[in-house]
């Protein structure tokens, strides 16, 4: 797992000043928001920005469009 420097800086700020240990914060926080969240799973579907089609389960589009984009 990876996590942004800024934010793994604020979770361990955090557990610090919660007395807990950072596994039990980010644990915590993984099943609050695991509760909250609808039963059904995430379904990431295809979109066509433009003339340019692009399935968000393909990595390999996705770089593409992006270096398009970015030209």
Not at 47 to 69: F, I, K, T
Request: proline share 7%; hydrophobic share 35%; aromatic share 2%.
């Amino acid at each position: 797992m990876r996590l942004d420097d800024d934010l793994l800086t604020a979770a361990k700020r955090r557990a610090a000043a919660q007395q807990t240990t950072l596994t039990a914060l980010i644990e915590d926080s993984l099943r609050r928001k695991l509760e909250e969240s609808p039963d059904r799973p995430f379904e990431a579907r295809p979109v066509n920005p433009g003339e340019e089609g692009v399935d968000p389960r393909d990595s390999a589009s996705l770089r593409g469009l992006m270096d398009h984009l970015l030209r």
